[in-house]
């Protein structure tokens, strides 16, 4: 099992470039997470996922849009990036939203100029 | 302890001795909790959780506790080692909602 993936591991790009940040999960996990980390902050959820074709908003979706059409992928877009959106990006997937742990990717370093 | 701010806490322990991490969580509604450990250029990893109707929880090297009166988690790892170096942040989850996610505290393991 390789758990949860991420792709890229790195990526810098122009503001107002766009890119699409891809999660695969192989535990057929239903639900699904994408957060940011800041340094000194917490992780803050982006958007998360219960389940294939469906997804929400998480504490701080503006600037990203994402999908899950199939179940053991989430993809995480940013249409136009802000230097506000440098950060890392962490995927996460867990069983049951309530009271389970939750399954993080090694995350991806994104450089916004 | 926890703090917000651009500067993690840090705790610097000898090889050997006991650490104990402390966070201070938000919602007195919060029933579950999660300690997770993040070495430096990977994702989080879990190690223990709680639920509320428990005041501690014992693994393997490592003892959380739970105190609802003044909200607020403690990890406790006996005998730290070089491996134990990582951020260490807590999680609490008010049953149906989302996870909220503590900032860290660095502990360092000094030879």
């Known amino acids: 099992n390789a758990g949860v993936t991420q792709t890229p591991k790195f990526r810098v790009l122009k503001t107002g470039q766009s890119m699409t940040l891809l999660c695969a999960q192989d535990m057929n996990h239903e639900y699904m997470y994408w957060y940011r980390q800041d340094p000194g902050m917490g992780l803050r959820l982006i958007h998360y996922s219960v389940g294939e074709g469906t997804t929400a908003k998480g504490e701080v979706p503006d600037g990203y849009n994402v999908s899950r059409l199939k179940k053991q992928n989430f993809l995480l877009g940013l249409e136009s990036a802000a230097p506000s959106q440098t950060s890392v990006y962490f995927c996460a997937s867990s069983f049951q939203i309530r009271r389970q742990t939750q399954y993080f990717g090694p995350g991806t370093r994104l450089l916004v100029l | 302890g926890e703090s917000v701010g651009l500067h993690l806490p840090t705790l610097s322990v000898q090889e050997g001795d006991n650490s104990i991490i402390n966070c201070a969580y938000s919602?007195?509604?919060?029933?579950?909790f999660i300690w997770y450990k993040q070495e430096s250029g990977k994702g989080p990893q879990f190690i223990i959780d709680?639920?509320?109707?428990?005041d501690k929880r014992q693994g393997q090297r490592v003892t959380v506790l739970l105190n609802k009166t003044v909200k607020h988690l403690s990890l406790q790892i006996a005998a730290t080692q070089p491996g134990d170096s990582a951020v260490y942040f807590c999680?609490?989850?008010?049953?149906?909602?989302?996870?909220?996610f503590g900032p860290g505290t660095r502990l360092s393991v000094l030879p």
């Open positions: 999680a609490e989850n008010n049953y149906g909602q989302n996870f909220v």
């Open positions: 919602n007195s509604a919060s029933d579950y």
């Open positions: 709680i639920r509320s109707n428990m």
